[in-house]
């Protein structure tokens, strides 16, 4: 089939090259003139695993191609995908001039059948709104369809979540559309679930939705076994392991960020207040969210002081590990504050720090997690990179100029970083005071 993806970002080009993987023949754009030269090129101008190799093989033999403008993607494509950013508004409601303009400029050009595929998220109606601009500004009497197709691929993990989804929802109120979407997805074998555009849309933002209160969730959870000297860890599994919850997402910590979830929580709350509901509840999670990110900082005050002048090492920048992604990551409202009380920050990420480095030039950005470390009060853990739980220890206990860790992921056992010396906070369970202290402390 002839697809058209408008927009290369995490969503357009895991889409288009996954789909190139499976035999059509994709034409993408981009407005963003930088990205678009490196695509042109059959580079991958984004981070995730596995991306780079598959952009470059299906443009090297052609079923790749990233052309200039919308005009050529709607001339040859029978399937077009709007893939473009849906940002926060002032407000809080999603911001879709984007998609707006996409539509405008793709009726501009349409002269024949087209399905209009709205990827981005959306909130509810917007297909209507789509449909609606294509007939204003498209010639009387050509025909098209819109349909909704909301993507949930997790960066770090998209190729699979592309290849192996749980699900593939197809909104439309038109059987040409849909039949066309589900011969499309018909080689990944998965779960179709076929509905009404106004549905399909909400099925998106209610699953980031509840994602996110699962995540406040538990991090509410970990606030309450602080207090009461209960562990975070053992509750967590106790409760996940009941297969109506599930394990997943049930990770105390510095809560969530991204590009998703913080807007998509403030999107839904507002598209529901404009249909007359107060979403309480997904206030309450957005609350709790903002709480978690404020916790190192708060921690780290009340432990060194003065906090103006320290240089404190931070680990991980992205939202999450296998990503380059620092959009509404917790790392960067950390790296705000600590610059603001004056703080030196050092800090090491394995794939974020070109991206870091254009924010904030005056931010060291380290070799590797040691020389972050070195001479440091503290060190902050942002992001759960596997590399960084079998950092040794020993050696970083020596680089530190004081042992002080403060967890904002739970990567290591309390108990073994007492015994190696550490201060050690984490998120819901009791903090780890150096053993050799504890000891001293005891015998005074
Ligand atoms: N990133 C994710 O994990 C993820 C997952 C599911 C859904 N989504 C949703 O998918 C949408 C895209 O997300 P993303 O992360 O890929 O965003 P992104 O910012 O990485 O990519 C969007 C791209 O669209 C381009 N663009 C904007 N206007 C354009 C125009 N007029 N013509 C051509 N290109 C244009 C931008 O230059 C950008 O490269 C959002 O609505 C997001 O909420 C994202």
């Given at each position: 089939m002839?697809?058209?993806?408008?927009?290369?970002?995490?969503?357009?080009?895991?889409?288009?090259?996954?789909?190139?993987?499976?035999?059509?023949?994709?034409?993408a754009v981009?407005?963003?003139?930088?990205?678009?030269?490196?695509?042109?090129?059959?580079?991958?101008?984004?981070?995730?695993?596995?991306?780079?190799?598959?952009?470059a093989t299906h443009?090297?033999?052609?079923?790749?191609?990233?052309?200039?403008?919308?005009?050529?993607?709607?001339?040859?494509?029978?399937?077009?995908?709007?893939?473009?950013?849906?940002?926060?508004g002032?407000?809080?409601?999603?911001?879709?001039?984007?998609?707006?303009?996409?539509?405008?400029?793709?009726?501009?050009?349409?002269?024949?059948?087209?399905?209009?595929?709205?990827?981005?998220?959306?909130?509810?109606?917007?297909?209507?709104k789509?449909?609606?601009t294509?007939?204003?500004?498209?010639?009387?009497?050509?025909?098209?369809?819109?349909?909704?197709?909301?993507?949930?691929?997790?960066?770090g993990?998209?190729?699979?979540?592309?290849?192996?989804?749980?699900?593939?929802?197809?909104?439309s109120?038109?059987t040409?559309?849909?039949?066309?979407?589900?011969?499309l997805?018909?080689p990944?074998?998965?779960?179709?679930?076929?509905?009404?555009?106004?549905?399909a849309?909400?099925?998106?933002?209610?699953?980031?939705?509840?994602l996110?209160?699962?995540?406040?969730?538990?991090?509410?959870?970990?606030?309450?076994?602080?207090?009461?000297?209960?562990d975070?860890k053992?509750?967590?599994a106790?409760?996940?392991?009941?297969?109506?919850?599930?394990?997943?997402?049930?990770?105390?910590?510095i809560?969530?960020?991204?590009?998703?979830?913080?807007?998509?929580?403030?999107?839904?709350?507002r598209?529901?207040?404009?249909?007359?509901?107060?979403?309480?509840?997904?206030?309450?999670?957005?609350?709790?969210?903002?709480?978690?990110?404020?916790?190192?900082?708060?921690?780290?005050?009340s432990?060194?002081?003065p906090?103006?002048?320290?240089?404190?090492?931070?680990?991980?920048?992205?939202?999450k590990?296998?990503?380059?992604?620092l959009?509404?990551?917790?790392?960067?409202?950390?790296i705000?504050?600590?610059?603001?009380?004056?703080?030196?920050?050092?800090?090491?990420?394995?794939?974020?720090?070109?991206?870091?480095?254009?924010?904030?030039?005056?931010v060291?950005?380290?070799?590797?997690?040691?020389a972050?470390?070195?001479?440091?009060?503290?060190?902050i853990?942002?992001?759960?990179?596997p590399?960084?739980k079998s950092?040794?220890l020993?050696?970083?206990?020596?680089?530190?100029?004081?042992?002080?860790?403060?967890?904002?992921?739970?990567?290591?056992?309390?108990?073994?970083?007492?015994?190696?010396?550490?201060?050690?906070?984490?998120?819901?369970?009791?903090?780890?005071?150096?053993?050799?202290?504890?000891?001293?402390?005891?015998?005074?």
């Open positions: 002839e697809i058209g993806i408008i927009g290369c970002g995490y969503v357009g080009l895991v889409t288009g090259a996954c789909l190139a993987e499976l035999g059509h023949r994709v034409v981009d407005s963003d003139e930088r990205k678009l030269s490196a695509l042109q090129r059959g580079e991958c101008p984004i981070y995730e695993p596995g991306l780079a190799e598959l952009v443009y090297r033999e052609g079923r790749l191609q990233f052309v200039d403008s919308i005009r050529q993607v709607v001339e040859r494509s029978l399937v077009i995908f709007i893939c473009v950013n849906t940002p926060s002032p407000d809080g409601s999603a911001d879709l001039r984007f998609v707006e303009a996409v539509s405008q400029e793709i009726a501009l050009n349409l002269s024949s059948y087209r399905l209009i595929v709205e990827k981005s998220t959306v909130p509810v109606q917007t297909g209507e789509v449909a609606k294509i007939s204003r500004y498209a010639q009387a009497g050509v025909p098209f369809d819109v349909a909704s197709n909301p993507e949930f691929l997790r960066e993990t998209a190729l699979r979540d592309f290849f192996q989804p749980d699900r593939v929802v197809i909104g109120s038109s040409r559309a849909s039949s066309l979407l589900v011969e997805y018909a990944l074998n998965a779960p179709l679930l076929l509905t009404d555009i106004n549905s849309e909400l099925i998106k933002h209610s699953a980031n939705a509840f996110a209160l699962k995540i406040s969730f538990i991090n509410a959870v970990a606030r309450v076994c602080e207090l009461a000297g209960a975070i053992k509750v967590a106790g409760v996940g392991l009941d297969h109506r919850i599930g394990l997943e997402s049930m990770e105390a910590g809560g969530y960020g991204g590009m998703c979830l913080p807007k998509d929580v403030a999107a839904y709350i598209l529901a207040k404009g249909l007359g509901y107060d979403f309480q509840l997904l206030e309450a999670v957005q609350e709790v969210n903002n709480q978690q990110r404020q916790w190192p900082v708060r921690l780290l005050e432990q060194v002081t906090l103006e002048g320290a240089k404190v090492a931070l680990w991980g920048l992205s939202f590990p296998h990503t380059d992604d959009r509404s990551a917790p790392a960067l409202e950390i705000e504050s600590l610059l603001a009380r004056g703080v030196k920050v050092s800090c090491y990420d394995p794939a974020a720090m070109p991206k870091a480095a254009l924010l904030y030039p005056q060291e950005m380290a070799a590797d997690p040691y972050a470390c070195q001479g440091a009060q503290a060190l853990i942002c992001t759960e990179w590399q960084f950092v040794d020993e050696r970083l206990a020596q680089l530190l100029e004081r042992p002080l860790i403060i967890d904002g992921r739970n990567i290591f056992e309390p108990q073994r970083l007492a015994a190696l010396n550490f201060q050690y906070f984490s998120v819901g369970r009791a903090p780890a005071a150096p053993i050799a202290q504890a000891t001293t402390d005891r015998d005074r």
